[in-house]
């Protein structure tokens, strides 16, 4: 049996080293080695942002997207209490395969808010099927109900969903915005997303 230990380094990823760095510059806006760059930790998180806007159709556009690199608080999370919700549920609550990284993006959102917790807690005490669990949404915010659909729809996708799909286009506010465009990264390249500070 063979373990792989091997972590990228700083040094192991500078740019100036990768055999595409002329032809990426002149062809792409994004990195196509931003995973091993993310893993590491030399990807900030305005170049993080911008590879959303790779996604066709992106709704997000150059005025939002200056406005959440701009209130960027240091880290992806809204609070303390955000960040032990999400280890709460990503150890306790059964969404699906726990190697997954839709899984983790919607733990994410889910774990968004008092509320949301709440509502998963619910579901989960009583199974993820139940009728009383549905009238708890009457309780949620419009920005909340956002986030939640956005989490289902993660969870049930054969692959993570574009972000137009998942921002509703009369309910998703800025604090939406920002934590489906989190989640969407941490579906499309992991937990290291999550370790982003500046």
């Excluded at 080293?17 to 893993?39: A, G, I, M, N, S």
């Excluded at 419009?142 to 972000?163: C, G, I, K, R």
Aim: charged letters at 20%.
């Amino acid at each position: 049996m063979f373990l792989l230990t091997f972590k990228f380094q700083p040094e192991d990823v500078a740019c100036q080293y990768c055999t595409r760095y002329k032809v990426c510059r002149q062809q792409q806006d994004t990195c196509p080695w931003l995973r091993e760059r993310l893993e590491a930790g030399v990807v900030s998180y305005a170049e993080l942002m911008l590879s959303l806007l790779d996604t066709p159709n992106c709704p997000i556009d150059c005025r939002r997207l200056t406005e959440l690199l701009e209130s960027y608080p240091g880290n992806l999370w809204n609070s303390e209490s955000h960040q032990t919700n999400y280890r709460w549920l990503e150890s306790n609550i059964p969404l699906g395969r726990p190697d997954t990284n839709r899984r983790l993006a919607s733990v994410y959102l889910l774990s968004a808010t008092p509320k949301l917790i709440q509502f998963s807690k619910s579901c989960c005490m009583s199974g993820s099927y139940c009728r009383q669990s549905a009238a708890n949404t009457e309780n949620l915010s419009d920005s909340e109900l956002t986030m939640l659909v956005a989490a289902f729809n993660m969870l049930t996708q054969p692959e993570p969903p574009p972000l137009g799909s998942l921002l509703s286009p009369d309910r998703a506010d800025f604090f939406s915005t920002r934590h489906i465009a989190h989640a969407l990264l941490i579906a499309k390249f992991g937990p290291d997303v999550l370790k982003v500070q500046d």
